[in-house]
């Protein structure tokens, strides 16, 4: 029910041709990274125009992130709308659906530089971009991938940040978005119930519809998940 399609290009001819495809959603991977390498936390860049349904799946993005690997969301609650001092809206301020630009990790990290190499963190980043997906986009249809600084015409060779120990930003996010690609076409019904899983590193052993008002809560001390119809 989806299709995924990589725009390249400059930022602007990327975002023309999206709309000239009528994407449902536009997705452009980054990683952050600072002069301080313990600068460590999670942020989706929107638009300066940005929809409240780009901000709040922007939000629901960085949130899942933070959860997953244990960090801080920046921004105003995971989304720094229109950039950082104008870096970043540019990007996305020319498409006309919702569109998101991800900063999940910091590849000036050495702990996030570990990750961001990691075949199964790298898998994690992409499931929760593929659930994001699906969440926001129910009914499915074209999705627009961009790899941050990677295939720009004006600028051939950018690849973005140094990943701390090796490697380049942009080479990163294209083995992740090409993995959520992967996770994003294999989705083959609307996500019709509420759903629980049982996850071990980046794979799911185990789900369950429940029911929608049901109140789930976990004893560590029993290892018992009740779930509790209402
Ligand atoms: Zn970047």
Redesign the pocket.
Same mark, same amino acid.
């Given at each position: 029910m989806y299709n995924v399609e990589f725009y390249k290009g400059d930022y602007l001819e990327r975002q023309r041709k999206a709309n000239d495809d009528k994407c449902v959603c536009y997705v452009e991977h $980054?990683?952050?990274?600072s002069a301080s390498p313990s600068a460590n936390y999670v942020v989706v860049i929107t638009g300066s125009n940005a929809s409240q349904t780009s901000k709040n799946w922007g939000r629901w993005y960085a949130q899942a992130v933070a959860r997953e690997f244990d960090l801080p969301v920046g921004g105003n609650a995971g989304i720094q709308v229109g950039g950082y001092n104008g870096r970043g809206d540019f990007n996305l301020r020319h498409t006309y659906m919702p569109a998101i630009l991800l900063?999940p990790l910091f590849a000036s990290n050495p702990q996030h530089a570990e990750w961001i190499r990691s075949d199964e963190r790298q898998n994690r980043l992409a499931r929760i971009l593929c659930e994001s997906i699906q969440r926001f986009f129910q009914k499915g249809g074209l999705v627009a991938f961009s790899v941050? $600084?990677k295939y720009k015409t004006s600028r051939p060779n950018d690849r973005? !940040?140094k990943v701390y120990g090796g490697g380049m930003? !942009?080479d990163y !996010?294209e083995e992740i978005l090409n993995k959520a690609q992967e996770m994003i076409e294999g989705i083959d019904k609307p996500q019709e119930h509420r759903k629980i899983n049982v996850i071990q590193g980046d794979e799911v052993l185990w789900t369950q519809n429940v029911d929608p008002d049901s109140d789930i809560t976990w004893d560590p001390v029993r290892g018992v998940l009740r779930i509790d119809q209402a």
């Amino acid at each position: 029910m989806y299709n995924v399609e990589f725009y390249k290009g400059d930022y602007l001819e990327r975002q023309r041709k999206a709309n000239d495809d009528k994407c449902v959603c536009y997705v452009e991977h $980054h990683f952050n990274s600072s002069a301080s390498p313990s600068a460590n936390y999670v942020v989706v860049i929107t638009g300066s125009n940005a929809s409240q349904t780009s901000k709040n799946w922007g939000r629901w993005y960085a949130q899942a992130v933070a959860r997953e690997f244990d960090l801080p969301v920046g921004g105003n609650a995971g989304i720094q709308v229109g950039g950082y001092n104008g870096r970043g809206d540019f990007n996305l301020r020319h498409t006309y659906m919702p569109a998101i630009l991800l900063e999940p990790l910091f590849a000036s990290n050495p702990q996030h530089a570990e990750w961001i190499r990691s075949d199964e963190r790298q898998n994690r980043l992409a499931r929760i971009l593929c659930e994001s997906i699906q969440r926001f986009f129910q009914k499915g249809g074209l999705v627009a991938f961009s790899v941050g $600084h990677k295939y720009k015409t004006s600028r051939p060779n950018d690849r973005g !940040a140094k990943v701390y120990g090796g490697g380049m930003e !942009a080479d990163y !996010a294209e083995e992740i978005l090409n993995k959520a690609q992967e996770m994003i076409e294999g989705i083959d019904k609307p996500q019709e119930h509420r759903k629980i899983n049982v996850i071990q590193g980046d794979e799911v052993l185990w789900t369950q519809n429940v029911d929608p008002d049901s109140d789930i809560t976990w004893d560590p001390v029993r290892g018992v998940l009740r779930i509790d119809q209402a």
